[in-house]
C-alpha cells in the first residue's frame, strides 16, 4: 500500500502537525447521502525500528446503543479495495446510519 493508491481511489491528504502521522481521508456516500468517513494514518516509525511504517484504518458509525469506532491496524499487506469492503461491512450491520442525509435536494444532518 502507498499514498497514490489512496489518492487514486478518492482519498485526501490533509496536514497534520509535525510529528504525527500523515491522514488521508475518504468521504463515503450514496444518493441519500453522506454514509460514513473513512480516515487512513500512515506512520513512520524510528529508523532503529523492525518496522518501517504502518498503515491504519479508522471509521466511526452510530448505532441505537451509541458510538461504535472501528478499527484496523497492520494492514499493509490488504488491498484499499478489502479494507473498504469490511468497513462498508460494518457499517451496514451497525444499521446504516448516515452521516448526513440529503432531502429533496437539500442536506441535513441525519
Same mark, same amino acid.
Given at each position: 500500500?502507498? !499514498? @497514490? ?9 490533509? $496536514? ?5 502521522? *500523515? #491522514? ?27 518496522? !518501517? @511504517? ?9 448505532? $441505537? ?5 472501528? *478499527? #484496523? ?9 478489502r479494507i473498504e469492503v ?8 451497525h444499521g446504516e446510519n448516515?452521516?448526513? !442525509? ?9
Amino acid at each position: 500500500m502507498n !499514498k @497514490e493508491m489512496l489518492l487514486d481511489v478518492g482519498y485526501r491528504r490533509y $496536514n497534520q502537525p509535525e510529528g504525527e502521522p *500523515t #491522514l488521508y481521508q475518504k468521504k463515503i456516500r450514496d444518493k441519500k447521502g453522506v454514509k460514513y468517513f473513512i480516515d487512513c494514518y500512515h506512520y513512520i516509525f524510528p529508523e532503529r525500528s523492525l518496522i !518501517k @511504517e504502518g498503515w491504519e484504518f479508522k471509521m466511526q458509525t452510530q448505532t $441505537n446503543l451509541g458510538t461504535v469506532d472501528t *478499527t #484496523l491496524f497492520n494492514t499493509g499487506d490488504k488491498t484499499i479495495d478489502r479494507i473498504e469492503v469490511y468497513m462498508e461491512c460494518t457499517w451496514f450491520n451497525h444499521g446504516e446510519n448516515y452521516y448526513e !442525509k440529503f432531502v429533496k435536494g437539500r442536506k441535513h444532518d441525519a
